[in-house]
């Protein structure tokens, strides 16, 4: 399968607790983003990376989110001291550059649950 | 604000009947409308999207969608539609230059009755 790739599907944890997540985009794709989607509502865009530099961050990613994307592959999205309002499913998304950039593929997403 | 809506939650067809999942966007400048679909557990899954161009754009599984500028829609059709085409679909827009920011409209679920 040569999608993009999210580890794990699902987290549950306690409230205080760190998390992180992994991102495996489309190998040939240089942009990756992260988005979050609570129950209800569409997907909202967290941050936003062009290779390995981190080059948006919504108002929504707070201090205690940290995403890096350290050699420009893979990505990885943590939540320290996790509140209950962390519950979500956190979406990632890779896209290539040139002409067809405009469309994101979606990752299966992985789904937190905060106790 | 840019931002896209989708003024239903639900709609329902029988299969077979023509489907319509309404979309209507408001940004400033040239929109980028994307449509994609989300299956129970899996991630969204991109079906069309408007740059420029021929105003009727196609896309997977015989779904289509139409944009019109004076009424700031792109709602998504398809002739016939099929049980199978029953999950939660997602109007979104681009904004900014650099695709760097989608924003989604809270979804619509469709529902196809044999």
């Known amino acids: 399968d040569t999608g993009v790739s999210q580890d794990p599907r699902h987290k549950i944890t306690k409230r205080g607790q760190n998390v992180t997540f992994r991102c495996d985009p489309i190998?040939?794709?240089?942009?990756l983003y992260w988005y979050r989607q609570t129950l209800g509502q569409g997907p909202e865009f967290l941050t936003y990376?062009?290779?390995?530099?981190?080059?948006?961050k919504s108002r929504l990613l707070s201090d205690r989110f940290s995403a890096e994307r350290p050699k420009g592959s893979f990505s990885t999205l943590e939540i320290q001291r996790t509140e209950q309002g962390d519950s979500a499913m956190y979406l990632c998304?890779?896209?290539?550059?040139?002409?067809?950039?405009?469309?994101?593929?979606f990752g299966p997403g992985t789904r937190l649950l905060v106790l | 604000a840019q931002s896209v809506a989708q003024p239903e939650d639900q709609v329902n067809v029988a299969e077979g009947n023509p489907l319509t999942v309404k979309c209507t966007y408001s940004?400033?400048?040239?929109?980028?409308l994307f449509w994609y679909v989300q299956y129970p557990n899996r991630g969204l899954q991109f079906l069309l999207k408007?740059?420029?161009?021929?105003?009727l754009v196609k896309g997977s599984y015989g779904f289509e969608a139409e944009f019109n500028k004076s009424q700031t829609s792109f709602h998504l059709k398809k002739p016939s539609a099929l049980v199978s085409d029953s999950a939660l679909y997602f109007c979104?827009?681009?904004?900014?230059?650099?695709?760097?920011?989608?924003?989604f409209g809270a979804g619509t679920r469709l529902t196809v009755k044999p």
């Open positions: 408007y740059i420029t161009g021929d105003n």
């Open positions: 190998s040939e794709h240089n942009r």
């Open positions: 940004v400033s400048g040239n929109p980028y």
């Open positions: 998304a890779s896209s290539p550059s040139g002409a067809s950039q405009e469309t994101q593929y």
């Open positions: 979104a827009v681009r904004v900014g230059y650099n695709n760097n920011d989608m924003r």
């Open positions: 990376f062009q290779n390995e530099a981190q080059l948006e």
